[in-house]
């Protein structure tokens, strides 16, 4: 069987592009009966827009860690956190599944690990793209996604959102079991 769908690529990356990314990953979502959808925020904003645009979906909500630019301090700023909650969705905050201790031995003794090797060849399809398997990888390990059904996880470049995929979770130990099924839009970088 042959489907063919369409992808939308943004002339440039960034915030400006949240909306429609938000809006072509609910049309996908509906076309594909895709109920749960994990997308990745800094400051809460990305989090708010989605959790409004997936109402009544299950939506996690994936965070920087703590202590990712300052130590001790969450991105997340409180009323975003309060808004998304109160909107339904779920806020996750943990260890990046390509970071976490290998930033630890990348600052301490200045070689790179297998976790940047993987984020760097994820890179090639865009910043978005990397995020968007991360924290998917990330829900996964929580146990806030399931295995067995695809999800649409929604990334952006720097910030807002600007790629949205489709894809078959895995955890973090069986990365290579992730597909990414399709690609509803990214920046054409």
């Known amino acids: 069987m042959v489907r063919e769908t369409s992808i939308v690529y943004f002339s440039s990356p960034g915030s400006e592009n949240t909306g429609e990314t938000l809006r072509l990953a609910r049309l996908r979502s509906e076309e594909l009966g895709i109920k749960t959808v994990v997308v990745a925020t800094t400051t809460g904003d990305t989090g708010v827009k989605a959790a409004e645009e997936f109402k009544g979906y299950r939506v996690i909500v994936v965070t920087h860690t703590t202590g990712f630019k300052i130590p001790g301090a969450q991105e997340l700023a409180p009323e975003n956190r309060e808004r998304i909650k109160k909107l339904g969705a779920e806020v996750f905050t943990g260890a990046h ?15 790179h690990v297998v976790g940047d090797f993987i984020a760097n060849t994820l890179r090639m399809l865009g910043q978005g793209a990397k995020v968007a398997i991360e924290i998917s990888l990330m829900a996964a ?11 649409i996880a929604i990334a952006g470049t720097v910030s807002g959102a600007d790629t949205a995929i489709v894809l078959k979770p895995a955890h973090a130990h069986d990365a290579f079991s992730l597909r990414v099924k399709e690609i509803i839009c990214k920046p054409r970088l």
Not at 141 to 151: H, K, M, P, T
Request: glycine share 12%; proline share 0%; charged share 25%.
């Open 97 to 111: 599944a390509f970071g976490g201790v290998s930033h630890a031995v990348r600052k301490t003794f200045n070689t």
């Open 141 to 151: 390990d929580a146990g806030l996604i399931s295995l067995d059904e695809e999800v």
